[in-house]
């Protein structure tokens, strides 16, 4: 509740006087101490109540007087940003994508616009939709958007209309920035004088280029919404005209800054890009009928790479040896971590293999579950490898039946006993059995340790989801002797071998 004196001081205040609003809520009203403006920090307030001073850092400040503040001490935005906007992007059922807004609906369809584009549709021919931001320009025309944003912002003051025209040029409105601008000069002749005439200038050059205006204008919303390649070639085009058009320096100027865009935009989007197409091929060779794991390996590790490079090439539609350069490139951008596992078939690698590049903690830890039970109670020797393993589990086996029928009086036989494989299990016997979604994470997981210009960040073990990493299972027989079983999911391993990798 403001106080009558506090009110009465207001009034009696100095025009210079601000009101300045804090994020937490209070306000506070005084004079500007000039000399202690700072840019980059902040102002010192002489309060008009009690004339304290108050050094406030813009953090503290609402954004809008803020950018008030500065604006009177000749500090305002100079370049305008692009003006990023609620939307939705649609996957249509029969392939591609559309983004816009959805402006009418029913239980059946709906209208989307885009633009001035208006379009009937029906929601069972959609695969998918999702909200997202993107520049206003793709889904809003200019001059609509303009007339929502002025009757919301209401400009009055020198410092509004300028704000407005950097939101026309953001719309490549230039006759409405023109306008805002000579607004502004006459409210206040000495706001930023000089950028506001050059901006004056450099809009009425654009209306008098008509179609070389258009042109640019178009080469700059076509790289908002990341089509690069088409976007420079509109610029060559302009280019190409030399002194026949007034705009050559514009040009120029938006190449140079197309040309850095679409160089940090391909870091960003070709690994990304790459790893997905990767997992395709997986999905695509893991579902081939009758493929044996030799083949379905020896195709993910020599196709793996080429054909990513060109899908990805295609889909970014740029030239393949660029994404090459990126993906080979040592300062390749990171990316997100990704991770592949083996499954059931890490067994298939080898003892050798297996245990390769195994964080130290996980080696141990795989070591002592690959060997865990593998001798007798009291034997020190412990088998080394798969195959000694299975020796000694026969030749336990065979033992265990001599005695079971030595004691048997009634030389019944147990037909119901439960026993340990007399054969090796095969790698493609679990092939076979696996599932698609398990053939593919085991090629993912196979391809990446074999791709060099993969960046492997740790290899782990975990438990096997069927024996929780015993390797084992435990039974008794009908005569009441103590058996075991190797888990037939890991081969007595224990753990399943991941692969994390950018």
């Not at 009034?11 to 006087?17: F, I, K, Y």
């Not at 660029?322 to 690698?349: N, Q």
Request: proline share 3%; net charge neutral.
């Amino acid at each position: 509740m403001i106080s009558a004196l506090w009110f009465g001081m207001w009034l009696c205040a100095p025009a210079d006087t601000e009101v300045l609003r804090l994020k937490i809520g209070q306000e506070i009203v005084g004079e500007l101490v000039e000399e202690t403006f700072d840019e980059a920090v902040g102002v010192t307030v002489r309060r008009i109540d009690d004339g304290a001073l108050v050094p406030l850092r813009w953090e503290q400040l609402d954004p809008a007087d803020v950018q008030r503040v500065r604006g009177r001490f000749g500090y305002l935005p100079d370049e305008p940003e692009p003006i990023y906007v609620e939307a939705v992007r649609l996957t249509l059922a029969r392939g591609g994508q559309i983004v816009g807004t959805i402006v009418e609906q029913n239980e059946e369809s709906f209208v989307f616009k885009q633009g001035n584009s208006l379009l009937p549709l029906r929601w069972d021919n959609l695969r998918g939709r999702e909200v997202v931001q993107v520049d206003v320009l793709e889904v809003y025309d200019p001059e609509e958007y303009y007339q929502q944003q002025l009757f919301v912002l209401q400009p009055q003051s020198a410092l509004d209309h300028y704000n407005v025209s950097l939101m026309c040029e953001s719309l490549q409105l230039w006759s409405r920035v023109k306008e805002h601008l000579e607004i502004a000069r006459s409210l206040d002749a000495g706001l930023k004088e000089g950028t506001l005439e050059d901006k004056r200038k450099r809009a009425q050059l654009r209306i008098d280029s008509g179609a070389d205006s258009a042109q640019l204008s178009q080469a700059v919303r076509l790289a908002r919404r990341e089509h690069f390649t088409e976007a420079l070639a509109l610029l060559e085009q302009l280019l190409q005209k030399g002194s026949g058009s007034r705009l050559q320096g514009e040009a120029v100027r938006e190449r140079a800054k197309i040309v850095k865009q679409r160089a940090q935009w391909l870091d960003d989007k070709v690994a990304a890009n790459f790893f997905s197409f990767v997992d395709r091929l997986a999905q695509k060779i893991a579902s081939t009928p009758d493929i044996g794991l030799s083949e379905a390996r020896k195709q993910m590790e020599l196709e793996a790479a080429d054909a990513s490079l060109l899908a990805t090439a295609e889909y970014l539609r740029v030239p393949v040896e660029e994404v090459k350069e990126v993906w080979e490139s040592p300062d390749r951008p990171i990316g997100a971590t990704r991770a592949a596992s083996y499954g059931g078939g890490t067994f298939t690698l080898g003892n050798e293999r297996v245990m390769k590049g195994l964080l130290e903690e996980d080696k141990d830890k795989a070591a002592a579950k690959s060997t865990k039970e593998g001798g007798k109670p009291g034997d020190s020797t412990e088998p080394a490898t798969l195959e000694d393993k299975i020796k000694r589990m026969l030749e336990e086996k065979k033992q265990q039946r001599e005695a079971q029928e030595k004691k048997a009086k009634d030389k019944k036989k147990e037909t119901k006993q439960r026993r340990i494989a007399d054969v090796k299990p095969t790698a493609d016997e679990w092939w076979a059995a696996a599932r698609t979604q398990e053939r593919v994470d085991y090629l993912k997981a196979f391809w990446v340790e074999r791709d060099s210009h993969v960046r492997v960040l740790k290899i782990l073990a975990r438990n096997c989801s069927a024996c929780a990493g015993a390797g084992f299972f435990h039974f008794s027989t009908q005569t009441g002797q103590d058996g075991r079983q190797e888990c037939s999911r890991c081969k007595t391993l224990g753990f399943d071998r991941i692969v994390h990798y950018r």
